[in-house]
């Protein structure tokens, strides 16, 4: 277990629909980022939030949203869906948001299937 | 063309080889390197990470980086079956939110 914390493992859902992604970061990181993982794309950087602020933000379409609770728990919310929005999509976490931070640690992902 | 490129492989090699993954990268702002590994249908965990050029090793791993050539390269000596994964390359420039980007994921098969 990293003690990132995603929820739910799993989602499958219909076009046009919307869904939203939760994450919980390991005990004491402040920065969330949210990465989506296709076969075509590999791991694509979305958004980025500091202790509940937006700090940078990615290849990240306008139907993507995303915001992090004073819990520091954030969620990604994705409307309009598309079949092509089938992914997997990773939150990760680090202490301070910065390069200093040696990396991150990812969460186990949740797998979306558009049908 | 992407900015950073690693061969998709799959690489099958026979328990107790001596493994090197690679990859290659564009941006010469890129000072922070990372290797991660990510086993089927679980989140990426770090394996090494270097600053600038050099090397560095832990244990059977030992991650290279040649910043003049724009080329990073992760060894693993003995390989075990347990190495069965995607080894992923990841870099960084001095940005301030610490946004990594990924080269597309090596498959690597350990063959007991």
């Known amino acids: 277990d990293s003690g990132v914390t995603q929820t739910p493992k799993h989602l499958i859902t219909a076009t046009g629909q919307r869904v939203t992604l939760r994450c919980s970061p390991r005990?004491?990181?402040?920065?969330v980022y949210w990465y989506q993982q296709s076969l075509d794309q590999g791991l694509q950087f979305l958004i980025q939030?500091?202790?509940?602020?937006?700090?940078a933000k990615g290849n990240i379409l306008e139907r993507f949203s995303a915001q992090q609770f004073p819990d520091l728990h954030s969620e990604l919310n994705l409307s309009s869906l598309e079949l092509g929005d089938s992914a997997l999509y990773f939150c990760?976490?680090?202490?301070?948001?910065?390069?200093?931070?040696?990396?991150?640690?990812f969460g186990s992902g949740t797998r979306l299937t558009v049908v | 063309q992407k900015e950073v490129e690693q061969d998709p492989g799959p690489l099958s090699v026979p328990e107790g080889a001596i493994v090197s993954l690679n990859c290659t990268y564009s941006?010469?702002?890129?000072?922070?390197f990372m290797w991660y590994r990510q086993y089927s249908r679980k989140g990426p965990e770090l394996l090494m990470y270097?600053?600038?050029?050099g090397n560095k090793e832990d244990g059977r791993f030992t991650a290279q980086v040649d910043k003049s050539s724009k080329y990073i390269s992760l060894f693993i000596r003995d390989s075990q079956p347990s190495d069965s994964a995607t080894y992923l390359c990841?870099?960084?420039?001095?940005?301030?939110?610490?946004?990594?980007?990924f080269g597309g994921g090596t498959r690597l098969m350990v063959k007991p």
């Open positions: 941006n010469s702002a890129f000072q922070y």
């Open positions: 939030y500091y202790n509940g602020e937006e700090r």
């Open positions: 990841a870099m960084s420039d001095n940005n301030a939110g610490n946004m990594l980007t």
């Open positions: 005990s004491g990181d402040l920065s």
């Open positions: 270097t600053y600038s050029s």
């Open positions: 990760a976490s680090s202490p301070r948001g910065k390069v200093g931070d040696y990396g991150y640690t």
